[in-house]
T-cell receptor, first 112, second 114 residues
């Protein structure tokens, strides 16, 4: 089954404790991206990657890092999480940028 | 830079009535346009897209959308709403110049009342 898998689905952590949210897709898509969803703000893109070893900032990259060492994986790293990063995070993949995106189930992150 | 406006935070409609969820966009060049739906505690699901061709596109679950270039709009429609259509709907746009990011609107919550 074609899918985008994120882990964990739920995470509560403390300020400053590094964490990683994993994302994996099995569709051989070149383009992957991370979004955060906040009430009243819709989805805002954090980072995207057009291919292996190619990443770029989206609209709200501050406080986040990503890597794309393999085509299928695109982890999101928060080196020092802060409460304003409490949000619902989605990973997505596309055949290429601008085509329809396939979304993971989301990761609800709470930073206390 | 591209942008999307969904002017209504909430749309309420009675079951069986037609529904419209509005979307306008701004993009340099020709747009790729998309509608997604989000049910509670779920990811976004693709509904339909406009790339080129016929201005009226049909998608999943009986939804359709009409591309209007002069009004830069891409409104989502359904002839007869179901209670199960109640969800959060997002419009998205990208420029068709390749490898450009999808930009999403803020979402419209649709509530279908029995």
């Amino acid at each position: 089954e074609a899918q985008v898998t994120q882990n964990p689905r739920y995470l509560i952590t403390v300020t400053g404790k590094k964490l990683t949210v994993t994302c994996s897709q099995n569709m051989n898509h070149e383009y992957m991206s991370w979004y955060r969803q906040d009430p009243g703000l819709g989805l805002r893109q954090i980072y995207y990657s057009m291919n292996v070893e190619v990443t770029d900032k989206g609209d709200v990259p501050e406080g986040y890092k990503v890597s794309r060492k393999e085509k299928r994986n695109f982890p999101l790293i928060l080196e020092s999480p802060s409460p304003n990063q409490t949000s619902l995070y989605f990973c997505a993949s596309n055949v290429q940028g601008g085509t329809e995106a396939f979304f993971g189930q989301g990761t609800r992150l709470t930073v206390v | 830079a591209q942008s999307v406006a969904q002017p209504e935070d909430q749309v309420n409609v009675a079951e069986g009535n037609p529904l419209t969820v509005k979307c306008t966009y701004s993009v340099s060049g020709n747009p790729y346009l998309f509608w997604y739906v989000q049910y509670p505690n779920r990811g976004l699901q693709f509904l339909l897209k406009y790339i080129t061709g016929d201005n009226l596109v049909k998608g999943s679950y009986g939804f359709e959308a009409e591309f209007n270039k002069s009004q830069t709009s891409f409104h989502l429609k359904k002839p007869s709403a179901l209670v199960s259509d109640s969800a959060l709907y997002f419009c998205a746009v990208s420029a068709n110049s390749g490898n450009t990011p999808l930009v999403f609107g803020k979402g419209t919550r649709l509530s279908v009342i029995a």
